[in-house]
């Protein structure tokens, strides 16, 4: 099988990015199936506009359209009144008790094989805001710079600075009951 | 002197190491004298710490990265059904925001304008031998990643890793073992590089693979050298007559460190 020249530059500058892409949609969408659908629909957006792409990171520019196809997803759903799931009021922190999904570790076994800080913080961290969500998922799990994510999300970079503070504190806040009852009898 | 209001909003860049000398130092003058600082500051590192630690981070699984390869290759080389199909799905998800995408290409622009004027004046610098093998060290660990071949021996055991590379390779490479530093030993396998066969052992730091590839044939020491390329970053040494090149889409700070701990190994 032959490549063109472009399928050849997009496999190698945007594949080599589809896990970054994939955690950032995870995060977001808080759904496996629907954060693969996101970051399907994003990378054939990249494709499409990769022609005005001359970088070379295609990590941050990938991530860029990801972002993107999820709001509009997220609109559209909103907009079609589907938007139970993804009601933020909903998100008291464990997700299962929103959707009504059990989630497929969620056996008792699995909890108690589970070690509890990894389950806490991903509560935690599921349980906030989009806007102080994804801004943590780039700086703290995809190590982005606060430059890149200021083009991603497209504030200046005093913001994303304020907006990772906020975030870690009410992260911070969600954590400290849990942890005092592991700390009780 | 730094006011606390200044200092105190500065402290997420302090934790991030997004400030520069003078500012990080001036906040910690400010921090040994202001109590609410400190604890802000213990609060912004135990996050940030405990995020990086445990916060999972997925991996997309090996089905979508298919797919999403099909897609593309039906995009570039499109076959009327397909290309139909392909028109339609796009276009129902298709309220883009396209003047956030055209901000984007200006932006992207003007960074990739200036990241190539770099990136020029680095590889002019570079005799195109060392061009070539930087290439080819990228494209093989992207090779990697991408057909899931990351490793022939899979295995945490630097005693089965090691044994497995006899009667393949003219040479032994030395494997040791990072865990405890945080760099798992997930494997190894052979590869081809520069137009011989090369040993790959395969570790993993938070999620990040990092290919080292070994090979003999080095004529004398040298120190190790940093170079980035498409988003990864390479660091390449010689030691005992051995070329070593580490490749990760890891932190250059984090693939530094890997790197002095090989090397401080007996």
Redesign the interface.
Known sequence: MTLTPKERRFRELVLPHIDSAFNLARWLARDDHDAQDIVQEACLRAFRFFDGFHGNDGRPWLMGIVRNTFYSWHRQHQAQGRNTVFDEDLHGGDASAATGVPRADDNPEAILMRRDGRRAIDRALESLAVEFREVLVMRELEDLSYKEIALIVGIPIGTVMSRLARARKQLAATLAPGDRKHDGP | MMDHEEAF?????YV?Q?LGVADALAVERHLRLCVPCAAQLA??E???A???A????????AA??Q???L???A???PRAGMFAR?QD??GS?????MR??H???A???A???L??LW?AGLYLALPSGAQRLTAEL??SH?RS??VAHLSDVASSDKHTVKPWFNGKLDFSPSVVDLAAQGFALEGGRLDYLDGRPVAVIVYRHR?HPINLYIWPGAVSDTPPRDQD????HLVGWSSGAMNYWAVS???TNELEAFVALLRAQP
């Open positions: 909003e500065l402290l997420p860049a991030d997004e609060e912004q135990a996050m940030h405990r995020l990086r445990e916060g999972t981070r997925y991996r997309a699984p979508l990265v797919r999403i390869a897609d593309a290759r995009r570039a080389q392909l799905r796009a998800g298709l309220d883009v925001p956030s995408l901000g984007w290409g932006a992207a622009l960074v990739s304008v990241a190539l990136s990228v494209a992207v990643l991408q999620q390329r498409q988003g990864f889409d890891l932190a």
